[in-house]
Structure formats: structure tokens, C-alpha cells
């Protein structure tokens, strides 16, 4: 295990005991402003073992099969970029446009910070889909009663005390928890005292500020990551779906918001009918 601060969690058995002992402690508050969880993923330490992928999986009951994406079966998964090992999941938004969008109220953010969803409210509507920034959403095509499915940051666990179950995995502290003032600290820590880092931590400013943050050796760009707009979504997402008075919004930004979600209507249209001409495919035999 590589040294870390002992409030962050990092992976392995070691992580276990650490996160059972953090069950007793209240919930931490800073200048009287509860503090949120949050995951740093470290891509210099990654070896692509894809123990994150497979916890993940156990805890939900999933096929323990790799998944080359994200799917209703895979809520994290680790991609190959060259000799490179990058974790895609839910990227936990400050101010997550899912949510925003969702006119059900089926997806929210937590106050200890993962954003989670709520099967019983979900009308299908899809909105979610649309606007995430990260394309992280997934749908369950090929079910009768369909859901929404995308990763809660083991929510429950962590309210628990316990480490999410891809963090208590992962045995080289690449994927570590803790409050998130501290994790972006440590992340600075790192990139700053370190002359191999790119200088930024992706998730700190990409769509107003996440939960998840990845620090990496390579440009961002290189290895897959969207240049998500550095402004919290929901304003823009909102006003393109009609749920905010667009008297808030002037010029540039509600044209931009506009221009950008009719863009990402149409990615997910397409994703769409890629993921269900594939799943006739799959049904079909071919
Ligand atoms: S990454 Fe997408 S699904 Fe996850 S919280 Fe942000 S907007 Fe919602
Ligand atoms: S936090 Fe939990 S649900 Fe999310 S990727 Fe990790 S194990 Fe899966
Ligand atoms: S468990 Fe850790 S080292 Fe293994 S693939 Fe996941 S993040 Fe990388």
C-alpha cells in the first residue's frame, strides 16, 4: 500500500478495517457545512487488475463477465489506452444534471455526496440519459419494466461507514475515498509534488465540480475524457428541457446550453439505436 493521509481510505484489507472504524464517527461537519464524500483515482497507480469491476459486479449481483462499456450489468468499468488503465463510472456532479432533468425527482444528491436513483419514481422518461455530461446512464433495453442503471458510490455502504466496494477492492490504493476537501487536497498533494502529473484534477471544475476526481500522467484528452463544460449543468440542461425560466438565462450561456444539449440529444438518439440494433443483433443470433 502506498502512504496515504490516515482520514483517506485506500484499498486492500487495510481499507476494511479503516472504513469499519469510521462507523462510530458522526458524520463530519466543516464551518458548520456538512462534508461530502468523494473517490480519487489515481491512473499512475492503476494496474488494471479490474478487481474495482468485479466488486462492483458481486455486490450487485451482476454477470462477473468484463464489460468493454458501461451497461445496465457494468457500472464501472476499466478501459485500455495503450499501456494505460482508465476507470469510467458516475462522476458523482456537485450539481449533477441528471438530477436536475429527472421531472420525477427519481435521481438526487445525497448529503454525503453519491448520487443515487430511486427505481419506484422513474417514469422511463429518459432525460437523465440526455443530459449527463458523462454519457454515464445507462438503460435496461432488453428487460420488460426497464430502469435506469448507473453507479451509487455504494451510497448505502458508505452511510454505513464502509468504503465503496471498488475502493475496498482495489489492492494498489489506486481508487481511494474520503471527505472531499481532504481527497482534493491529496490530489493536489500529488500533482504538485510530482513533476510526472498533468496540473489538473479532472473533476474539479468539469461541469461545476464532481465527486470523483482522476489524476493522471497523460492529458486528460488522450485517455478518453470528455471536455465537459466547466459551468454546473443544470442551468443549461434545465432551460433546454423547459424547466427553468429562460429569463434567468441570457445569451451566450442559453444558446450554448441549447446548442449542447440538441448535441447530446442526438448522441444518446444514435447510442440509442447502436445499443438496440445490438441487442436484435444479440437476440437474433448474428
Ligand atoms: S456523471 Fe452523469 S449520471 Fe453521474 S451525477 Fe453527473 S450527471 Fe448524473
Ligand atoms: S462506488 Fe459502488 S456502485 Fe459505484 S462503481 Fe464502486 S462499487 Fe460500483
Ligand atoms: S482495482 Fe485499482 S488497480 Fe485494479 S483496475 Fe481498479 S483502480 Fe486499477
Redesign the pocket.
Known sequence: MPACPRTLLGGGRDAHRRAAGTAALPRKEENGVERTKAILVDITKCIGCRSCERACKEIHGFPKETELKLSPTALTIVEEHGDKYVRRM????QD????SACLVRA?KKTALGP?TYDASKCIGCRY?LV????S??RYEWTKLVAFVK?CDMCGARQAQGQAPACVEACPVGASIVGWRDEILEEAERRILGDSKYVKHIYGSEE?GGTSVFFISDVPFEKLGFVAAPRQPMPALSAAALGDVPTVVLVGGALLSGIYWITERRNHVAMAEARERAGTNCNREGH
Not at 458516475?90 to 456532479?93: D, L, T
Not at 449533477?96 to 438530477?99: E, F, G, I, R
Not at 443530459?131 to 458523462?134: E, K, L, Q, S, Y
Open positions: 458516475c462522476m458523482h456532479c449533477p444534471a441528471c438530477a435521481l448520487v437523465c443530459a449527463c455530461p458523462f454515464v446512464p448507473k461541469a
